[in-house]
């Protein structure tokens, strides 16, 4: 999951790690992965408290998804959540931790490809959840997007 999390009307967005395996130098939403027997904004809240050191609430899906990549699948929710409290903290492994305005996100060079596509909807203010589907050549090159039909 990625998780948008909103204060001041900034979003706090994460500059990948160019050492990363995965999606290097890209930017996305902090997130993670759900643990065995653990809901999703459990896992939510736990992944951001220990990516950026932030308390989090008021937890909503935005969007969910799947993205192929080669012979890998990868389930996405994308998510919005209310700065709690807390501070940001440094974590130069993963990457820069940066609050940013929507309309600078989505001039971010090297924006996760698919984030193009679902962050008018994640930032918009209806309960609507929307599903995709995105197919990725290589790294952060996508080469079909297609929105799924309710």
């Known amino acids: 999951m990625e998780c948008f999390v909103r204060k001041d009307g900034k979003y706090l967005m994460l500059h ?8 290097p130098d890209v930017w996305m939403a902090p997130g993670g992965h759900i643990e ?6 459990e ?3 736990r992944e951001i408290f220990e990516e950026t050191g932030l308390k989090i ?8 998804g799947n993205a192929y990549l080669k012979d890998m699948e990868m389930f996405f929710f994308f998510i919005t959540a209310d700065y709690a409290s807390g501070k940001v903290k440094d ?15 989505l001039k971010l060079d090297n924006l996760l490809a698919e984030l193009k596509e ?6 918009n203010d209806t309960s609507d959840i929307i ?11 996508m080469i079909d ?6």
């Open 16 to 23: 990948r790690n160019p050492t990363k395996k995965l999606m």
């Open 57 to 64: 609430k008021n937890l909503k899906i935005k969007v969910t």
């Open 118 to 123: 679902v962050l008018p909807h994640v930032f």
């Open 36 to 41: 065995r027997n653990e809901g999703l904004f």
């Open 91 to 105: 974590n130069p492994e993963d990457g820069e931790l940066v609050w940013l305005e929507p309309k600078n996100i």
């Open 43 to 45: 896992a939510t809240r």
């Open 145 to 150: 997007f297609e929105l799924d039909k309710p």
């Open 131 to 141: 599903s995709y589907k995105a197919v990725y050549e290589k790294g952060n090159k």
